[in-house]
Nanobody, 120 residues
Framework: QVQLVESGGGLVQAGESLRLSCAASGNIFRVNAMGWYRQAPEKQRELVATITSGGRLTYADSVKGRFTISRDNAKNTVYLQMNALRPEDTAVYYC??????????????WGKGTLVTVSS
């Protein structure tokens, strides 16, 4: 099994910044793509940003130019730097990782989520 532990959420005012972190641990041979998704109240979960093990990036249009995803492969950790936050960014943010276990079986994992609240 693999655990994803997120941190860094909180309450901020519009225009401020937050940095989310997500560390993967457990039965890991290799962490493949990692990403962040979010779910606002009464809305479906949506992609925010992803990064492959080789560093290829994907962003939702709504966060381009404001959010930056990065990762530390040595620490199996992914980060999301969120700048110029807006009230519409308020959501629970979930970490996602594709993991190859030591027996070379692959699985997809989700963190429990961290709440980001942006006040106007």
């Amino acid at each position: 099994q693999v655990q994803l532990v997120e941190s860094g959420g909180g309450l901020v005012q519009a225009g401020e910044s937050l940095r989310l972190s997500c560390a993967a641990s457990g039965n890991i041979f290799r962490v493949n793509a990692m990403g962040w998704y979010r779910q606002a109240p009464e809305k479906q979960r949506e992609l925010v940003a992803t990064i492959t093990s080789g560093g290829r990036l994907t962003y939702a249009d709504s966060v381009k130019g404001r959010f930056t995803i990065s990762r530390d492969n040595a620490k199996n950790t992914v980060y999301l730097q969120m700048n110029a936050l807006r009230p519409e960014d308020t959501a629970v943010y979930y970490c996602n990782a594709g993991v190859t276990h030591r027996d070379y079986v692959g699985m997809d994992y989700w963190g429990k989520g961290t709440l980001v609240t942006v006040s106007s």
